[in-house]
């Protein structure tokens, strides 16, 4: 039973920046395309960015360019470096494959707040 923890989350100022990270437990996690979402209240979770087993990885508009997603498949660890976050990214952050659907398992998420 595959297992994901996210970490990393917080509150930030605007214009700060944060690290989150992804636990993935077993040992598949090499063989799949990993990616990040975040749900903010009363909206969808939205997929941001995914990143492949051989490291290409792909952005939403909103995020390009400020967020990085990268993964060590040694570790089974799945990161998006986030920086120059402002209000509209506090959200809860998961990550997960490319293609979960909503009522597949999920982690717990990670609370990101961007606040003054």
């Known amino acids: 039973q595959v297992q994901l923890v996210e970490s990393g989350g917080g509150l930030v100022q605007p214009g700060g920046s944060l690290e989150l990270s992804c636990a993935y437990s077993?040992?598949?996690?090499?063989?799949?395309?990993m990616a990040w979402f975040r749900q903010s209240p009363g909206s969808r979770r939205e997929l941001l960015a995914s990143?492949?087993?051989?490291?290409?990885?792909a952005y939403q508009d909103s995020i390009r360019g400020r967020f990085t997603i990268s993964r060590d498949n040694t570790k089974n660890t799945l990161s998006l470096q986030m920086t120059n976050l402002t209000p509209s990214d506090t959200a809860v952050y998961y990550c997960?494959?490319?293609?979960?659907?909503?009522?597949?398992?999920w982690g717990q998420g990670t609370q990101v707040t961007v606040s003054s």
């Open positions: 990143i492949t087993r051989a490291q290409s990885a």
């Open positions: 997960n494959k490319p293609n979960a659907r909503p009522d597949d398992y």
């Open positions: 077993g040992s598949t996690f090499s063989t799949y395309a």
